[in-house]
Each structure stands twice: as C-alpha cells, then as structure tokens.
C-alpha cells in the first residue's frame, strides 16, 4: 500500500476519532447539566472518602473516551483500508505527505500520553480513595457509641477528611496516605511526619483542625479544642515523640477514644449545636465553609 492510501485512511479515521472524543466529552457535560442538584440535599450527607470516588468517576470516564476513540480509529482505519477509502492525497509530492505522517504521529504520541498520564492519575485516586474509605467506615464503627460522624468537612483553611463529635470532644482526622512498598514504620512529632527516612511537615496537613476549632467557637461561647489525628493506612505507627497530634492507621484508629482531657469534654447541648453545625455543612447543598 502506497502513502497517499494509508495517509487518506489514517486521516478520515483520526478525524472520526475526534469526532467521537468531541460527541462524548459534550454529553459529559450536558449530563452534568441536566443532572442538577440531587433530590433531598439537605438531608444527603457526605459520605467517606466521596469527593475521591467523584474524582475516579470523571477519571474512569475520560479514561472510556480516549479508549473508545482509539478503537474508533483502528475499526475506521481497518474499513477505510478494507474498503478502498478515498484517496485524500492524490497527487501530494512526498514531503506532504510526510508532513501529514508526522501530523499523525504527534496526534498518536498525544493519545497515547493522555492515556498513560489517566490511568496514572486514576491509579493514584484509587489509591486515595480506598485509604479514606478504610479509615471513614472504622471510624463509623466508633462513632456508634462516642458521637457522630462526618465526613469531608469544609473549612476556610480545606477539607478535613472526617471529624468525630461527641460529649468526649472533637478529633479532626486527616488522612496521609502513601504506598508502603517496604513495609515500613511511620512516627510523629509535633512538626514531622516521617514515612520510613522520608520526611512530611505535617502542620500544612492539620491546619483544617485548628481553623475548625477557631470557626466553632460562636457556637459554644469559649474555646474548643479540636483534636488532631493523623491516619496513616497501611503503615505500622513506631513511636510518637510529640503531643500535638495522635499518629494511627485504619487498625488502630480506636486509640482515639482514650485521647482525651477534661476540658476538651463537651456539655450535651454544645455537642448538639456543633452536630447540628457540621451536618449543615455536609449536606449536599453544602453552604460555604465558616459562615453561619
């Protein structure tokens, strides 16, 4: 086969290919659209882990795209061959057409890079999304007899993964997660979190704690303390040198329960407006972060 016949074929399918990437990328958004705000917001609440699965669902989505538009390209390539496609090309001195090759080959490097830089976007949220799924569901587990719940609670300084509320106080629970290759040991001090040798600041990771305690603060009428704890999935925790936060994993994450002071306790009726507080905030009509 001569180069204006497999030029004019992998043209015509490249463009049906773009055609289909285009036509799926439109309905995306016109679903998104027409699908509004869900039914009964108000009483929805935020589950573990989902602003994660709604991140894996768009990147399993775009992943579906760029496949179907690769398998458009090679049945439209295979027909266009099959079939004796027009000839686009006729008469082209050569290094037209080798422009043309290499306009397609850009095209197919650019594909192939959005394929790979997908699938390992959705590996990672994949990742994210089961390490704060495993910690959400044990701490429902304790939240049955120690409070209530909430997952992906906003504040004006980020999202906290989950905050415990009951008459024993507040545990903010942020969630660090990294892969465990060499099965190694995680400890804390006030400022760092080490992952085997590999150091983290962990106060950018829990400043969602202290500006929830700070936002709290018209509710109860004095100061509240949110306590902060670190979950770190897969990892065994090794030591912990500082009193700032308390470090654990999805098995250990009951230590929780006996963190606590006196003073960080709660009267019924201010565990009651803070619940009241953060179910407002967790609701699918979601207001905005610290307002009242």
Same mark, same amino acid.
């Given at each position: 086969?001569?180069?204006?016949?497999?030029?004019?074929?992998?043209?015509?399918?490249?463009?049906?290919?773009?055609?289909?990437?285009?036509?799926?990328?439109?309905?995306?958004?016109?679903?998104?659209?027409?699908t509004g705000h869900?039914?009964f917001a108000d009483?929805?609440?935020?589950?573990?882990?989902?602003?994660?699965?709604?991140?894996? =669902? #768009?990147?399993?989505?775009?992943?579906?795209?760029?496949? @179907? +538009?690769?398998?458009?390209? !090679? /049945?439209?390539?295979? %027909?266009?061959?099959?079939?004796?496609?027009?000839?686009?090309?006729?008469?082209?001195?050569?290094?037209?057409?080798?422009?043309?090759?290499?306009?397609?080959?850009?095209?197919?490097?650019?594909?192939?890079?959005?394929?790979?830089?997908?699938?390992?976007?959705?590996?990672?949220?994949?990742?994210?999304?089961?390490?704060?799924?495993?910690?959400?569901?044990?701490?429902?587990?304790?939240?049955?007899?120690?409070?209530?719940?909430?997952?992906?609670?906003?504040?004006?300084?980020?999202?906290?993964?989950?905050?415990?509320?009951?008459?024993?106080?507040?545990?903010?629970?942020?969630?660090?997660?990294?892969?465990?290759?060499?099965?190694? =040991? #995680?400890?804390?001090?006030?400022?760092?979190?080490?992952? @085997? +040798?590999?150091?983290?600041? !962990? /106060?950018?990771?829990? %400043?969602?704690?202290?500006?929830?305690?700070?936002?709290?603060?018209?509710?109860?009428?004095?100061?509240?303390?949110?306590?902060?704890?670190?979950?770190?999935?897969?990892?065994?925790?090794?030591?912990?040198?500082?009193?700032?936060?308390?470090?654990?994993?999805?098995?250990?994450?009951?230590?929780?329960?006996?963190?606590?002071?006196?003073?960080?306790?709660?009267?019924?009726?201010?565990?009651?407006?803070?619940?009241?507080?953060?179910?407002?905030?967790?609701?699918?009509?979601?207001?905005?972060?610290?307002?009242?």
């Open positions: 086969m001569d180069l204006q016949a497999i030029g004019a074929s992998a043209t015509l399918a490249l463009f049906c290919a773009i055609v289909f990437i285009l036509a799926i990328r439109t309905w995306h958004r016109l679903a998104r659209v027409l869900p039914s009483s929805i609440m935020s589950e573990a882990a989902e602003r994660f699965r709604n991140e894996l =669902q #768009a990147l399993s989505r775009r992943q579906s795209a760029w496949i @179907g +538009a690769a398998i458009v390209f !090679v /049945v439209m390539y295979a %027909a266009a061959t099959l079939l004796g496609g027009p000839v686009l090309f006729a008469g082209y001195p050569a290094w037209q057409l080798y422009g043309v090759f290499a306009a397609l080959l850009a095209a197919a490097v650019f594909a192939a890079w959005q394929l790979l830089h997908n699938f390992l976007a959705w590996r990672q949220v994949r990742f994210l999304h089961d390490a704060n799924l495993a910690v959400g569901h044990q701490l429902q587990k304790i939240a049955a007899g120690h409070g209530r719940a909430y997952h992906d609670v906003p504040t004006a300084s980020g999202m906290i993964d989950h905050v415990l509320v009951g008459q024993n106080g507040i545990y903010a629970v942020t969630v660090i997660a990294r892969r465990n290759w060499r099965k190694g =040991q #995680a400890s804390i001090d006030d400022n760092e979190l080490r992952f @085997g +040798a590999e150091p983290m600041p !962990v /106060v950018d990771a829990t %400043a969602g704690a202290r500006r929830l305690g700070r936002e709290l603060r018209h509710l109860t009428g004095r100061n509240v303390r949110v306590r902060s704890v670190v979950a770190v999935p897969g990892w065994d925790v090794a030591e912990q040198l500082g009193r700032e936060h308390l470090l654990v994993n999805e098995r250990t994450l009951p230590m929780l329960r006996g963190w606590r002071e006196p003073s960080d306790c709660l009267m019924d009726d201010e565990a009651a407006a803070i619940q009241a507080e953060l179910t407002r905030r967790c609701s699918r009509r979601r207001p905005k972060a610290g307002t009242a």
